[in-house]
């Protein structure tokens, strides 16, 4: 940081920003005060034989101390600090003072330079210099303006109107000021511009003839009338708006061609045409034959392929509507001809009995249910082998027999375990040990 300090200064306060050694985002370091471990403060001024050292101090900001230290804002401005400078550091005697604050952990080194200066750059009204008046009309008050010189005009660009002075002693000295100049009025040079004035042609009044004699190193015609006999009358509001939409259209159509040509002509693809535009007529003599010309094609899709019948393509079966009924085991009439047939009868399920169509059944009545359930053969079908119908009707109807504080009920073969079950005993009671029905 380089500051312009007016020399012996006193009570200077300026803020400086403390970056943050340990990331490389370029943040401020917050946290620092007065008196953080190794935190210091040097200063060398010009003609110095070594630095001076500064004794940091606490400081309430906005509020000068000699060596003050003192964090701005650690939220909104994170890194801002306010220093105090020492008034010896910049006293007279001095051109210039140079600073470096350092040492704190994570502190970035802060270098500062100060010009000392002897005006005051901070001073509006006359930069702290005592030969400056502070107003300088006060030196005008005594000025005399030249004879006539208030009569001259002077435009934005810094012309005057002589005419205002004519005849007066200021219009004689510019007069002869110019024209005494022997090296612009020479007569040889008058006659030289002259003979070049005199080609001017003024057949409109205040307006001068002129033709093109050069075009393109080429002599060109006279050009005689309106340029828009010659060039034609714009189709826009003017010649230039015609030749914008041009160059338009053709930036347009650069931009829809490749940008390199292939083999010396241009590769490009066609995303539409017209119905009937392309004809048999357009393509080369057997170019479509050609397509088919070799001995196997591989089509990929096979939408909108119509086969005449009869043709004899190879894979395909010329059938005929019986030879597709009989193909996919239809009787007789067609299978649209038979689903409406089947879909016209009556299907009802009334009294045990369904009819679909022409066709009946009778379905079985609760009894009869009942009756094939008790009555079905026990043996038969699969056996779970848990707490089932089957295995508790086979305590009463199958043999059981008791051994050694155990039952054992078993299968319909009277042989085959089905499941067992611990007994308690009692003498008294009637001892049974095996029940063989």
Avoid: C
Avoid at 279 to 303: E, K, Q
Avoid at 344 to 363: F, Q, R
């Amino acid at each position: 940081m380089k500051l312009l300090v007016k020399k012996g200064k006193t009570s200077k306060m300026i803020e400086v920003f403390i970056q943050n050694s340990s990331v490389a985002t370029g943040a401020g370091l917050t946290g620092l005060v007065f008196n953080s471990a190794s935190l210091t403060w040097y200063y060398w001024r010009n003609g110095a034989g070594s630095a001076s050292s500064v004794t940091l101090a606490t400081m309430t900001l906005g509020t000068w101390a000699s060596g003050g230290f003192k964090e701005m804002d650690a939220t909104n401005m994170p890194g801002w600090y306010q220093l105090g400078i020492p008034d010896a550091a910049l006293a007279s005697g001095a051109d210039g003072v140079v600073m470096m604050l350092k040492g704190a952990t994570n502190m970035a080194p802060v270098n500062l330079e100060i010009q000392l200066v002897d005006f005051d750059p901070q001073d509006a009204t006359s930069l702290g210099l005592s030969r400056l008046d502070a107003a300088i009309s006060s030196r005008m008050a005594t000025f005399t303006l030249p004879t006539n010189f208030s009569l001259l005009l002077i435009d934005g660009s810094g012309r005057t109107d002589v005419s205002k002075i004519e005849g007066t002693d200021a219009t004689d000295q510019i007069r002869d000021s110019i024209l005494n100049d022997a090296t612009r009025f020479a007569g040889a040079n008058v006659a030289s511009i002259k003979t070049q004035t005199d080609k001017f042609v003024f057949t409109v009044a205040n307006q001068v003839d002129s033709n093109v004699l050069d075009w393109k190193s080429a002599v060109a015609p006279a050009m005689t009338g309106d340029a828009f006999a010659r060039l034609g009358a714009p189709v826009g509001a003017s010649i230039s708006a015609d030749i914008a939409g041009v160059q338009a259209d053709t930036d347009n159509i650069q931009t829809r061609i490749p940008a390199a040509l292939v083999g010396g002509r241009m590769d490009s693809s066609i995303g539409a045409v017209v119905n009937g535009v392309i004809t048999a007529a357009s393509f080369a003599a057997n170019a479509l034959d050609a397509v088919w010309s070799t001995a196997t094609r591989l089509l990929t899709a096979g939408t909108n392929i119509v086969l005449a019948k009869g043709v004899g393509v190879t894979g395909f079966n010329d059938l005929d509507a019986a030879g597709v009924r009989a193909a996919v085991g239809l009787a007789s009439a067609n299978l649209d001809t038979q689903l409406s047939s089947l879909a016209s009868g009556e299907t009802t399920i009334n009294n045990n009995v369904i009819a679909v169509g022409n066709a009946v059944a009778v379905l079985p009545t609760a009894v009869q249910n009942a009756d094939a359930l008790l009555d079905r053969n026990m043996a038969t079908g699969a056996d779970s082998g848990g707490r089932t119908v089957r295995n508790a009707l086979r305590l009463n109807r199958n043999k059981v027999a008791v051994a050694a504080g155990v039952m054992t009920v078993y299968k319909e073969d009277d042989a085959t375990s089905a499941w067992t079950a611990a007994l308690t005993t009692d003498a008294a009671a009637l001892p049974i040990t095996v029940v063989d029905p």
